[in-house]
């Protein structure tokens, strides 16, 4: 005797309940894929739940909706600001200098 719902109670249950999904989802995995996925999580700076939902919504090609830039994402978003921020000055400089240069070629 199996513990699990039958086919026909799980149909009647979703007949049951509203068509908008709640969002909830219990999800049974073997314990080796859910010591990768905690692991891989964690390397992505992330919760579990956040990293599976990002790699479901991966899966179905879409980034999920409203959700916050991961740990991982959020520095190189940073870097790359700052590498914005530098190159700015750099050419800002850049200008500067060869404007100096042109001032002191026109004077001599």
């Known amino acids: 005797m199996s513990v699990q719902p039958s086919p026909e109670a799980v149909a009647e249950s979703a007949r049951s309940k509203s068509a908008t999904p709640s969002g ?4 049974r995995m073997p314990p080796g894929l859910h010591g990768e996925l905690a692991r891989a999580a964690e ?6 739940n956040g990293y599976i939902t990002a790699r479901l919504a ?3 090609d879409r980034s999920p909706a409203g959700a916050p830039a ?3 994402e959020q520095p190189a978003s940073r870097t790359i600001v700052w590498l914005l921020l530098a190159n700015v ?4 400089l850049a200008g500067l200098a060869a404007l100096a240069i042109v001032l002191v070629a026109t004077l001599d």
């Not at 909830?24 to 999800?27: N, V």
């Not at 390397?43 to 579990?48: F, K, N």
């Not at 000055?89 to 800002?92: I, S, T, Y």
């Open 43 to 48: 390397r992505d700076g992330t919760s579990l």
């Open 89 to 92: 000055v750099a050419v800002g």
């Open 24 to 27: 909830r989802l219990l999800l």
């Open 70 to 72: 991961t740990a991982a």
């Open 58 to 60: 991966e899966a179905v």
